[in-house]
Every structure is written in structure tokens, then in C-alpha cells.
């Protein structure tokens, strides 16, 4: 690339920066969604698909009525909670993609109330407590190698997400089997199980739990001195500390706060979907898979905001909700595949705002990442050299 191609670039996307940051947050986001369903439709109707029709199977999936909307929020409620922990890091300048791995966490914590005889209301309690503080520890230990070790929190975390995957996938399937349905842990007992909102959904009282937490989440950033420090340190971390912040305490405070809500997430799964109450260890954790990721994805659309997010997580629920109806509604309704990339590509432009926001941040962690990088690869040449 030679210089001019690259000074234009630079202009492009400036330009395209200060366009998107110049418009208010909510416009830029129904802008970036009515785009979104452009290229989905463009993508259908190239491959031969009525878009009208499609869209018109995926709202009334996701919004035709009580059952339609009960599923919707349904699967929006573990989003809201991975979402905040990948958010409150971001707030805080940090990268914590560990958040599948705290789920994990957190959802093998809370099948350990089915051992416990308490009564209800203190049993969910109970079981809360316990997915929120495996969340947190499992969160911990990254934030800890950042702070003592400079290890760099995208390596630290992606790699705690695989030991958490194959730790909980072992603890479902030896320790805390049910003895009569192998394929499954044992199922929380009744006094632990969040009751259904909604009759004959899988909508349950869960759902107070994640919008409970956006708020306090809401209400700890926006409004108390720690929340201003986690948020200056993210947005200027030499300012902040000439300011008197001590950097290593928001880190651990965002990893401590983004473990909790994560395996808050594991905990509404495992206590709050019906029927089986539980964990598969046969099917490979397939509740509790990419729950994580997806948050990240809803925290992008949500413009890392906890308002944002709650919006963006009924979006995504109905998203996933309505993709079932895309397949079978009209004469010739869009296969699975089709969906799925329907989907990623309104999911991917819905981000793109945000996206452009935070460059700076990520080209500056892709940086360091890469710096982490050949520094470890020349300890290692100088190590075999010895």
C-alpha cells in the first residue's frame, strides 16, 4: 500500500468516525439497524428468497404474541448478564472475552444447591450467591495476572474459557451426574427453580435477576466515585492515574463485577429454564455454549451501555426467537443456513458504530498484544539458545 492509499484511508475513516459520533447514540443504532435489515434482505433476495416474507415469519416468531414474546426474553436473559461483563471491563479499558468460561462456572456452581434442603426464596438465593461467586473467582485470576504479571487479558481469558469448558464439562458428567439420566447433571430441586412468568413459556422470574443487575451495574458506573474512576481509567488511563486513580484497583473491580454477572448468567439458565432444570453433559453444555460470545456481540449493539443492552438483548432474543418461524413460514421459507447468515450480517452492521468508536482502543490492545507477543517469542529464543 503505498502512502497516499494509506493517507486516504486514514481520511475515510476519520470521516466515517466523526459522522457516526456526531449523530445521537439511539439514531446511529436505528440507523445502523434498518441498514442491517437492507443487507439481509439484498443477501435473500439475491439467492432467490422473498425478504418481505421472511422478515415478516421472524417478527411474528419473535413478537406475534404472549408465547412469541415470553420466548424472546427467554433467551434474552443469560445475553443481558455476559453482556455487562464483557461491557464493564470495556468501560474500564480492559478486553475480557473470559465470559463463556464464568458462565460455565457459574452454571456448575448453582447445580450445587440440589444438595442442599433449604427452604424456597433462601434456596434460590443460595444458588445465586454460589454461581456469583464462581463467576468471580474464575474472573479474578486473569485480572490478577494482568495486574502482577502484564499478561495480556485476551490471551489470559480465551484460554480460561477452554479450562472452564472441559472443567465443567468433566464436573457434569462425573461428579455431578444425576445417577439416573447420565446424560444430564442433577436437576435444581423445586425450592431452588425460578417460577414461570408466563404459563406454558420458558419465560421465568430469572429475568428480574439480569435487569436487576443492568441497573445496579447502570447505577455503579454512572453514578458513584468507584463507577467514575472504572470509567476515566478506560477513557484516559494517564490522566487517570495523574488524577489519583489507582489503575491496578479498577482492574480488578471490572474483572470482579463482570465475573459475578456472568455467572449470574449461568445461574438463570440453570435455575430458571424449564423443564429439565439442569446442565447436559452428554450434548456438550449446550445451553450454556456461546451464551458468552453472543454477549459480546449484544454489548456491541448496545453501545456498552446498560440501558443499551437491555434493548439490545430483547433484539437478540427476538432475533433468535423469530429465526426459527424464517425457516418454515411462506411457499418457500429460508433454510437454516440462510438464517444464520442473515442474522450475523444485520448483527455485524448493528455493531459497526460502536465498532468505529472503539478502534483507537483496540488497535492500542492489538498493539500491546502483539508487542506481549515477540517479547515471549525472545525469552524463548534466548532460553533454547542457553
Not at 74 to 98: E, H, K
Not at 302 to 314: D, E, F, K
Request: aromatic share 10%; net charge positive.
Amino acid at each position: 500500500m503505498s502512502r497516499s492509499e494509506g493517507t486516504m484511508q486514514s481520511r475515510l475513516l476519520r470521516g466515517a468516525h466523526r459522522t457516526l459520533t456526531g449523530l445521537h447514540p439511539a439514531l446511529e443504532s436505528l440507523l445502523a439497524a434498518v441498514v442491517g435489515l437492507l443487507v439481509g434482505a439484498i443477501l435473500m433476495s439475491i439467492y432467490g428468497f422473498d425478504p418481505w416474507k421472511a422478515y415478516m415469519g421472524l417478527v411474528k416468531g419473535a413478537f406475534g404474541g404472549s408465547y412469541e414474546i415470553a420466548s424472546s426474553l427467554s433467551r434474552a436473559t443469560p445475553l443481558i448478564l455476559t453482556a455487562l461483563t464483557f461491557s464493564i471491563c470495556l468501560r474500564a479499558g480492559m478486553f475480557n472475552i473470559g465470559a463463556e468460561g464464568q458462565m460455565y462456572m457459574g452454571g456448575i456452581a448453582s447445580v450445587l444447591v440440589a444438595y442442599f434442603v433449604l427452604p424456597p426464596g433462601l434456596h434460590q438465593i443460595v444458588g445465586l450467591i454460589f454461581a456469583a461467586f464462581a463467576g468471580a473467582v474464575w474472573g479474578i485470576v486473569p485480572a490478577l495476572l494482568k495486574v502482577t504479571r502484564g499478561v495480556s487479558e485476551v490471551i489470559s481469558t480465551i484460554m480460561f474459557n477452554w479450562i472452564a469448558r472441559w472443567l465443567a464439562l468433566y464436573l457434569a458428567i462425573y461428579v455431578v451426574v444425576d445417577p439416573r439420566r447420565p446424560e444430564k447433571t442433577l436437576s435444581i430441586p423445586v425450592s431452588a427453580r425460578f417460577p414461570v412468568l408466563v404459563p406454558r413459556t420458558d419465560l421465568s422470574y430469572a429475568i428480574f435477576v439480569s435487569i436487576a443487575f443492568a441497573l445496579v451495574i447502570y447505577f455503579l458506573l454512572w453514578h458513584t466515585a468507584i463507577g467514575y474512576e472504572v470509567r476515566a481509567a478506560g477513557l484516559n488511563p494517564t490522566a487517570a492515574r495523574y488524577g489519583g486513580i489507582r489503575s491496578k484497583r479498577t482492574m480488578l473491580l471490572s474483572f470482579i463485577l463482570g465475573g459475578l454477572g456472568a455467572g449470574l448468567a449461568g445461574a438463570t439458565i440453570v435455575m430458571g429454564l424449564p423443564p429439565t432444570y439442569a446442565i447436559y453433559g452428554g450434548g456438550g453444555l449446550p445451553q450454556l455454549l456461546n451464551m458468552g460470545f453472543d454477549g459480546m456481540a449484544v454489548a456491541m449493539v448496545g453501545r456498552n451501555h446498560p440501558i443499551g443492552i437491555l434493548i439490545a438483548a430483547v433484539f437478540f432474543g427476538g432475533l433468535n426467537a423469530g429465526g426459527r418461524v424464517m425457516q418454515f413460514y411462506g411457499a418457500k421459507p429460508v433454510p437454516l443456513e440462510m438464517v444464520r447468515v442473515v442474522m450475523g450480517a444485520i448483527v455485524l452492521v448493528m455493531s459497526i458504530p460502536e465498532l468505529i468508536r472503539l478502534f483507537p482502543a483496540i488497535k492500542k490492545q492489538g498493539e500491546k498484544l502483539i508487542g506481549w507477543m515477540r517479547r515471549m517469542s525472545r525469552r524463548g529464543e534466548k532460553e533454547g539458545a542457553a
